[in-house]
Every structure is written in structure tokens, then in C-alpha cells.
């Protein structure tokens, strides 16, 4: 009845339900004749005079398909493994929503995939660590409560700087809070949310096509800047499908990682840094002469021994910090949508992506003067933000948290942002962002 | 395996200062392991020493080797990891009774369960020495330590009892005093394919001194401890003059003379769970004497080994994985 009160073609879900049901030809015959009695009665009965015309989505040249966030995440790591040339190893605990992760990996152990479903979080956490220490592309991925559980081993990925991804799909908090529904709540525990100066990078995918590219960029990150990487999706996200345009394979960029293989001194040094990156060397169990120790317990520079030296805690600590902070020349300037200047600025990110875009969009066909920035990169952010920000009367941050970023940019820019936050466990919609837009505008946020 | 090189003890040797208290029991076990490794037909960079917290764990560091101090309790699960990336290192992991006992109890009965093959060495010196001095969980019930002046009132757990209980498929004890005994049973868990689970009795002699000393003083130690040796009699004694039998369900010590000979007594056999499973309740048992040796040894197919089995099946049933075939799948369309 749907697809004729829709207008929509039968053969794509004929072919579909012949490719599901290939083994059992009487349950294929029985579900196209249900769906064309369905289709027929529509046309003959003559009771619903309207029929609808969803116009064909206006889309950028290229091949397609229809994919949700998770699988999306899941293909990007894939990718970001093959182009560092190593062995993917995914570490983690079952749960709402991010458990799709572990479930798509496990099924493609033929392209070298290792996934281990450990008995808790703490446990994915650490299996992590020692497969990153022992040289493969390592993952573990969660949400809010099971990050909270990793804390202290995230921790210790932070000391020994160690290349791991860490993947948050957010949903609903405090505590077990809200399992199937959406929040971006844990922005603060992936910056800050672990003990002592324990800096790591953060990146957020904002659609379900995003979450390859936002993947394997954080693959790629974690890899050449040997530091672990939080990155963030959410329920609505994962769950949510969009046509994504597949990418050019070709194009992808090349991961170098800090693998080496022979010393070059008298002793392998396991913190003698990149000069420009500050990355330490990747040295691995089984390589001749590259033996050392690493830990938890803070860490002289350069040669990675135990240290106790006041200096030398004062240097790491500013030192992990600072292999974040130049992270930002090499990523990518932020770029807004809509003029560089004007009245207003929608500073998002995350889920609500499509909401603030469609809205602003809306605006700017009513001669509104609104931008839309979205930020995929948050610790560090892009370069160029807060000159962006300084180009606007007022920003706007709508999320579904009490202003978790709107809080960080304050602090960090000294300027003042208009909050819009509700959190219900629903994303927002474009008319709430339209409204609030207006309203703003008006001054009577 | 590189090359053959001759590997000594000193290769082994870091240049890290050891900071263990003097007397500690445990500078016997890094010496023994120290004098082990080289005999055991491993390479030096395959090797990888992974430890939790405590005043064992900081072993990693003396050891010349890849080592990895971790996290209190977490260290099975860590050199799980490391283990399933790299099958072909030699993975050691060093604990304490506090760290895998108590902490970290539930990744060592997973660790265990699942028969990584990892080699786990559990210092046991029933007590917390790093943080100075509180009962731990093998502990004896009524402990009078810092953080209970009364007396504690936890019963203790029985960590052989725990690792059979758990799956473990080989299940040693030793003690720091016998470094000839260690280095046996560290060789025979090197060969062992699966979780191999040493229990090692070290003194602490700060904040748990003696806790073994009628196991290892000379005019005690032959009559409360019994060396368990495969296939021999279970004998013991100053005299060799007593032996273990079996009485109904339990084991009983009785003297070799009149009444029973040597024939009447149990023979040891690690391949037998239930005997195993006695032999690990000869312990915390003053009408017993305690057992060093290979309690138990089973063996049984390794997670490592079924991983990697699983993954070449899946290449032989699919081919090796396609990037591109797997993001351009059948349903896809184009717009132009």
C-alpha cells in the first residue's frame, strides 16, 4: 500500500526479497504476491485520492549505497588498517548501542581482523593496549558507562602513548541512564574524564556516511601521533541510515605509522621523539634488539625509564599536552557554511548535524543572516576557529547536553556563546533549531 | 627465533636499580627467572614480561626484556592482547596475590578459562607490601595487620583451588627459597601450551615476615611440605617415613611401617583432575602437608591456536578480505 501511495518502484525490494529469501523460494513467492496484492488494492479500491511524489533527492555525482552509522565507523577502521598495513585488533564489552561495532568486525576475520569480546570493559580496554603495544591497529569501543570503566586504562594508553581508538557511541546518561536513546553528554568524560593531566585527542563523527571518514581519520591520527584517540558518535547516528557516497579507494591518504625496525643507537631510546610531530617510535615485541619497558609509572623523556624528577613530571606533563595542541597544524581548517561573517554563527557538533544544516539552510533562503560550522575535530579544534568565531555578532551552540562544548569554547576564547540545549534522548529536529535560530536573531535568546 | 644465539643470565639483566626492600623474597624469583630464560629455547626479543601493580610488578623493569607494567589487576588482560596481536612471543606475566586475587580476580579466572597461552607467576605473600602492610585475599582469616587491628574476617581464597575452579589446565606451586625448584617448574610451564598458573610463597619480610618459615626452616620444612614428583609415591617426611593415602574422600598422612607400606600410598598424577583437585586442598590444612610441584596439567586447546585457525578458515572459505569489494557492494547505485 506504501509504495503506491508513494510512487515507488516494486523491483528493488522484489530483488532484495529473492537475494534474503534465496534458499527458500515459497517465502520469496509469498512476500511478492503480499506486496503486489498490496500495491493492486491501493490502485484498484480508489479510496485514497492522494498519492505523494517524494522528488528524487538532489546528490553530488557518484556511486552510492544506503549505510548506517555503525557499519560506517566499522568500514572506515577497516580501510585505515589497510592503508597502515597492519592487523586490525578491536578488544570489547556487549553493549547498547555500540555493540554493532564488534558484531560487523567479527564477521571479517578473513581480512586479518582479530576481535575479542573480553569479560568486561576494563578488560577490552587493556586487551587493547597490549595488542597497540605489540604492533597492531587497535580499537576497543563502548558507551558512556563502559567508557567511564576504561578511564584508568585510557589513562595508562595516555603515559605509555599508545596508538588506540577509542569509540564512544553516546546515549543517554548518568549511569545506565537511558541505553536506546541519543545524548551528547559525554563530551566532558572524553576530554577530561580520567585522573591527573591526561590529555587525549577527540573527534566526532556527525552523520552515519560521515563516520568513514571520521573513523579512519582517527585511525590515522592515533597512528602517526602515537597518542589514543576518543571518538565520539551517538545513538542516533549509529542507528541511523543515509545514502553515503562510497569513496574513491584510490584517494584515500597513506597512514605511516612510527613502526621501527632496527636501532640506531647503542640502545633503543622508546621516547626519542619526532622533532615535528613529537611522536615516540613504535617499537615491537619481537624485533631484535629494540627491547624496553613501558608503564604506567611516569616516564623519563627520551629513554622511557621510571622516573621520579620533579622537572622531568613538570616536562611530560606539558609535553602530553603539547602533542595534542600540534595536532591542529595538521589537520584540516575549519570551514563555514554560509558567509565568514554576519550576524549569527550555528556552532554544532555531532548528531545534530542535519538539523542545524537544514535549518540554516532555511534561514538563508529567508535572506537570514546565519553560518553553520560544524566541528569534527574538538581537542585539538582546527586553527582557524577562533578567528571564525570572532567573525560573528553571536554564536549559537545547540546540544543535547547543559553546553558541554559551548562551555569549552567559552573558557578558551573568552567569548560568549548563546546555549540551546535540550535533553530529552530525542536529536533535535530542524524546526526546534529553526525557532531558536529566529529567536536568537530577534535577541530573545 | 632469530638466529641460535647463545642467550646467558646477564642478558637478561636490566640496568634499572632494583628498589624491592632488602631480603625480599623477591630477588630469589627474578634471579631464578633471570637464570631460566636462557635455557628455554626462546629468543631474546620474543620474550614479553607483562606485570600489574604491587611490589612484584615491578619485575618488567629488571628483566632485559619487552616488558610492560601495567594497571593493578589488569595485567591478564593486557597480555591477553599483546598475546592474540603477536601469537609468537613468549608472553610472562608477573602478579601478586593482591593484584590477581583480588583487584584483577576477575580477568585472571577469564584469563584461565580461556587457556591463553600465557605463563602466569603469582608472587603469594599474603599481605599488601606496597601500600605497607593490609591482609590480602590469602590472607589467613584472623590476620591482625594495619587495617585490621582485630583481626580479619575474610576467609582466604586457595589460589590453586581457584585456578583448577577456573579451567586452568596447568597449575603449579613453588617458593622462592628453591630456585633449583622454580626453574623446573618455569621450564615445564614454558612448555606447557595454554595458561600455565604458578603459585609462588615468598617472604615479605617487612610486613609478613616468616609467613612461610615452617615451610622452608630446616628442622620443620620436610615434615610439612611433600614434593610432588609424577608418577612416585606421595612421600614425605625427614625420614621419608610418612605418605599420603587415600581415606574415603579425603587424604590422610600416615607412616610407612606396619601398618601401610609404600605401595598403600597414592601415586601422583598431574593428568588427574580429581586428585589434583585434593591435592589442592592440602592447603591452609594443619594435618597436611603443603604441596610444591605440578599439582595439575591437561592438555587442552589453546584460544591463541583456535583464533588463528578460525582466521585461516575464513580465508579459505571467502579469500582474503577485498577492501573495495567490501565497501562497492551489490547495492549500490549512481547518479550522474
Known amino acids: 500500500m506504501l509504495y503506491w501511495l508513494y510512487e515507488r518502484d516494486l523491483e528493488s525490494t522484489i530483488k532484495f526479497l529473492e537475494e534474503k529469501f534465496k534458499s527458500k523460494p515459497e517465502i520469496v513467492k509469498a512476500n511478492i504476491k503480499a506486496l503486489k496484492t498490496g500495491y493492486f488494492y491501493g490502485e484498484t479500491v480508489e479510496v485514497i485520492k492522494t498519492t505523494f511524489r517524494v522528488p528524487e533527492a538532489r546528490l553530488e555525482k557518484g556511486t552510492y549505497r544506503n549505510i548506517m552509522g555503525n557499519e560506517c565507523l566499522s568500514l572506515g577502521l577497516i580501510a585505515a588498517a589497510e592503508k597502515a598495513k597492519l592487523n586490525l585488533f578491536f578488544g570489547g564489552y556487549p553493549i547498547t ?204 623523556n627520551i629513554t622511557g625509564n621510571v622516573s621520579y624528577d620533579p622537572d622531568n613530571h613538570d616536562t611530560m ?129 | 627465533m632469530s638466529e641460535n644465539v647463545v642467550l646467558k643470565k646477564k642478558d637478561f639483566v636490566s640496568d634499572q636499580e632494583i628498589r ?48 610492560f607494567h601495567s594497571i593493578h589487576g589488569r595485567a591478564p588482560a593486557i597480555a591477553s592482547g599483546a598475546k592474540l596481536s603477536n601469537p609468537s612471543l613468549s608472553v610472562w606475566l608477573i602478579t601478586g596475590d593482591g593484584d590477581a586475587m583480588s583487584i584483577g580476580g576477575n580477568h585472571f579466572i577469564h584469563l584461565l578459562r580461556r587457556n591463553i597461552d600465557i605463563n602466569v607467576l603469582m608472587f603469594n605473600n599474603r599481605i599488601y607490601g606496597l601500600t605497607k602492610g593490609q591482609y590480602s585475599p590469602t590472607s589467613e582469616i584472623g590476620k591482625v595487620t594495619k587495617s585490621t587491628p582485630n583481626g580479619s574476617l575474610d576467609f582466604p581464597f586457595n589460589p590453586v583451588l581457584l585456578a583448577m575452579g577456573s579451567g586452568g589446565t596447568f597449575i603449579a606451586r613453588t617458593i622462592d627459597k628453591d630456585l633449583k625448584h622454580q626453574g623446573g617448574i618455569y621450564k615445564e610451564a614454558n612448555d606447557h601450551k595454554g595458561t600455565s598458573f604458578i603459585e609462588i610463597y615468598q617472604n615479605c619480610n617487612i610486613f609478613n615476615d616468616g609467613a612461610f618459615s615452617i615451610l622452608t626452616d630446616r628442622e620443620t620444612k620436610l615434615d610439612s611440605t611433600i614434593r610432588l614428583v609424577q608418577d612416585q609415591p606421595m612421600v614425605f617426611g625427614a625420614n621419608l617415613d610418612k605418605g599420603i593415602i587415600l581415606d574415603g574422600f579425603n587424604l590422610k598422612v600416615v607412616n610407612i611401617g606396619e601398618k601401610y607400606s609404600i605401595s598403600d600410598l597414592l601415586v601422583h598424577n598431574k593428568k588427574d583432575k580429581n586428585l589434583a583437585m585434593l591435592v589442592c586442598e592440602m592447603t591452609y590444612n594443619d594435618l597436611l602437608p603443603t604441596p610444591f610441584g605440578v599439582i595439575y596439567a591437561e592438555e587442552k586447546r589453546t584460544y591463541d591456536d583456535m583464533l588463528i585457525e578460525q582466521m585461516e578458515q575464513q580465508i579459505k572459505a571467502k579469500g582474503p578480505g577485498n577492501l573495495k569489494d567490501l565497501i562497492y557492494t551489490k547495492n549500490t547505485w549512481t547518479v550522474s
Open chain 1, 317 to 445: 606533563v606539558k609535553l602530553r599536552q603539547k602533542k595534542i595542541d600540534i595536532i591542529a597544524d595538521y589537520i584540516p581548517e575549519a570551514k563555514v557554511f554560509g558567509n565568514e561573517k554576519g550576524k549569527l554563527l550555528v556552532l554544532g557538533w555531532g548528531g545534530p548535524y542535519g538539523a542545524i544544516r537544514s535549518a540554516v539552510i532555511k534561514c538563508n533562503q529567508e535572506k537570514r543572516e546565519v553560518s553553520h560550522l560544524h566541528l569534527k575535530h574538538i581537542h585539538p579544534f582546527p586553527k582557524n576557529l577562533a578567528s571564525i568565531l570572532s567573525n560573528f555578532d553571536k554564536v549559537l551552540v545547540p546540544e543535547i547536553n547543559l553546553g558541554q562544548l559551548s562551555n569549552i569554547i567559552r573558557s578558551k576564547y573568552m567569548i560568549d556563546t548563546i546555549n540551546f540545549n535540550r535533553v530529552s534522548g530525542k536529536p533535535f529536529t530542524s524546526p526546534d533549531i529553526y525557532d531558536k535560530i529566529l529567536k536568537t536573531l530577534k535577541g530573545e535568546e
Open chain 1, 97 to 300: 548501542p555500540a555493540s554493532d561495532i564488534l558484531h560487523i568486525l567479527s564477521k571479517y576475520k578473513n581480512f586479518g581482523i582479530k576481535t575479542f569480546q573480553a569479560e568486561d570493559e576494563i578488560a577490552g580496554m587493556c586487551s587493547v593496549l597490549g595488542a597497540a603495544f605489540a604492533g597492531d591497529l587497535a580499537i576497543t569501543a563502548s558507551s558512556g558507562p563502559g567508557i567511564a570503566l576504561k578511564g584508568e586504562a585510557i589513562g595508562l594508553g595516555v603515559i605509555t602513548e599508545l596508538p588506540v581508538v577509542v569509540i564512544n557511541i553516546q546515549r543517554g546518561g548518568p549511569s545506565t541512564g537511558l541505553p536506546t536513546k541519543t545524548e551528547q553528554s559525554d563530551l566532558n568524560q572524553a576530554m577530561y574524564g580520567r585522573n591527573g593531566e591526561c590529555p587525549a585527542v577527540v573527534i566526532a563523527c556527525q552523520s552515519p556516511s560521515d563516520c568513514f571518514e571520521t573513523a579512519f581519520t582517527a585511525c590515522k591520527i592515533a597512528l602517526e601521533f602515537m597518542v589514543p584517540v576518543m571518538l565520539l558518535s551517538d545513538g542516533y547516528i549509529a542507528n541511523g541510515s543515509e545514502p553515503w557516497k562510497l569513496p574513491d579507494l584510490d584517494k584515500l591518504e597513506d597512514i605511516k605509522t612510527r613502526v621501527i625496525k632496527k636501532k640506531s643507537g647503542d640502545a633503543f631510546l622508546p621516547y626519542d621523539r619526532d622533532e615535528k610531530t613529537l611522536a615516540r617510535p613504535w617499537g615491537l615485541p619481537g624485533t631484535k634488539d629494540l627491547e624496553h619497558r613501558i608503564g604506567g609509572l611516569e616516564k623519563a
Open chain 2, 20 to 67: 624491592w626492600c632488602p631480603g625480599c623474597g623477591d630477588y630469589a624469583i627474578l634471579n631464578a627467572v633471570q637464570k631460566t630464560f636462557p635455557d628455554i629455547g626462546v629468543a631474546k626479543e620474543d620474550f614479553l614480561v607483562v606485570s600489574g601493580i604491587g611490589c612484584s610488578s615491578r619485575f618488567p623493569y629488571y628483566m632485559n626484556t619487552f616488558g
